[in-house]
């Protein structure tokens, strides 16, 4: 049962903070109004506005009593509560009002018409209370006529009742605003903590961060920048290092080659000619790999532009890129272009055509890269994102590499926050689906 509820509650209440604080703020403020506003309209302002009808219409019948007994004092009573009391009093022969101009549903007219009906009977009175602004109409049936009243309207109802509901619901609204004001102030650090968490999660350097708000939040954007710059120093060391090496390793292979070339013997010296160009390209790869953890501005991006860009430079006819929808987004260009030169470079190297479509989505967008080549194995299909795991039965996405190339790939797309998927393509080769945020 409380298992259900909280699901249903986590349902109904909003997901952001803000308005989970707002809630915690204006429920209990809103709450208290509304109780505060019943035990009043309950216990004080029905009861007292009970009474102030009972003493009305105790006094209607006082003065039909007088009319009907002492007819002689009818003139002294009325003039008396013209002049003390406002009343307003008529007896005429006038026909008895035969519709009734009661509202159903007002508290002052339920009031009103139970305490008439008690003094004076059914069908015996009659009375409506909207007529004028500032006085009630009552009308009660006498022998003879109609004993008219126009009352003020202060006999019939408490006139407090509207000033205390301005000033009950007043001060709740202005709490209210104080504590939008309040909690808009103080959920912003934490919207700019987690916008900066998610670009650094994106690959982008966070160096315009500054912590702001309460101790707590600035205590904790003060951690996540230094973790972010132990991690930026981190990668930024270990690209480093990897370009310094592969850099170095090239002048003594360089040496090996030239002296290879003037080795009489050529069949050996082609043999070792093939393994030094076979560490050059490892160095290669080596260098790409250091390339993609290397620091590069995001900007903005259009796709589509990008896809056919790449199709102008690698101008290769079995390349075929479908017409593309316009898309933008954010991204570093050299990382990207990298990325998808090297899927479709290989793509082309085992198969015979590539194809290039484009979906776009409310939020994201898919790009589909498919060959007509013999494909990965579906087992392989996650191994093959390691590094330096090459597949030698079916394919590798770089042959002569050291088995970087999609784990190249997979660190670009989530570097940009989206993922890649490994399936069949529909021309029997591999279908490369990659998804990209905007």
């Not at 953890?293 to 991006?301: A, F, G, Y």
């Not at 790939?409 to 905007?438: A, R, T, W």
């Amino acid at each position: 049962m409380f298992s259900g509820l909280n699901k249903f509650l986590k349902i109904i209440l909003p997901k952001r903070l803000f308005y989970r604080a707002l809630i915690i703020v204006a429920a209990p403020t809103i709450i208290l109004q509304i109780i505060i506003t019943i035990v009043f309209y309950d216990s004080i302002w029905i009861k007292a506005n009970k009474n102030i009808t009972r003493s009305l219409v105790s006094q209607l019948k006082t003065i039909q009593d007088i009319y009907i007994n002492d007819n002689d004092n009818l003139d002294f009573f009325t003039d008396s509560y013209r002049n003390n009391f406002n009343f307003e009093i008529d007896i005429n022969n006038n026909p008895f009002p035969s519709f009734s101009g009661e509202r159903r549903y007002s508290p002052i007219d339920r009031s009103l018409r139970r305490e008439l009906k008690s003094a004076f009977g059914n069908n015996n009175y009659w009375f409506n209370t909207t007529k004028f602004k500032n006085a009630v109409e009552i009308k009660i049936r006498i022998e003879n006529g109609t004993m008219a009243f126009l009352v003020p309207r202060e006999m019939v109802s408490a006139s407090s009742v509207r000033l205390f509901v301005l000033w009950t619901t007043l001060p709740s609204i202005v709490l209210i605003l104080i504590a939008l004001l309040f909690l808009k102030n103080q959920t912003k650090p934490l919207v700019r903590l987690a916008k900066a968490a998610e670009r650094f999660g994106k690959g982008d350097y966070v160096n315009d961060f500054r912590p702001s708000g309460a101790s707590e939040i600035r205590k904790a954007a003060y951690e996540f920048d230094r973790m972010a710059k132990r991690i930026n120093r981190h990668l930024n060391q270990r690209s480093e290092m990897l370009s310094g090496i592969s850099h170095d390793l090239r002048t003594p292979l360089t040496r090996l080659k030239l002296q290879l070339a003037m080795i009489g013997q050529k069949e050996i010296s082609e043999k070792m000619s093939k393994d030094i160009d076979e560490m050059e390209n490892m160095l290669n790869d080596y260098l790409q790999f250091a390339k993609t953890q290397s620091q590069e501005n995001t900007t903005s991006i259009n796709l589509s532009s990008l896809l056919y860009k790449i199709q102008k430079n690698l101008n290769n006819k079995n390349l075929i890129i479908e017409k593309l929808e316009s898309v933008n987004l954010k991204g570093r260009l050299s990382s990207l272009t990298r990325c998808f030169e090297n899927i479709i470079q290989n793509g082309l190297m085992y198969g015979e055509k590539v194809y290039v479509s484009l979906q776009k989505g409310s939020n994201s967008v898919i790009v589909n890269i498919e060959d007509n080549g013999p494909g990965i194995p579906e087992e392989h299909y996650r191994n093959v994102f390691k590094p330096f795991v090459r597949l030698d039965k079916s394919r590798n996405l770089n042959k002569s590499g050291v088995g970087l190339g999609l784990a190249i790939v997979e660190d670009v797309i989530n570097s940009h926050g989206g993922n890649i998927q490994l399936g069949k393509s529909e021309y029997n080769g591999l279908l490369v689906k990659i998804y990209l945020p905007f």
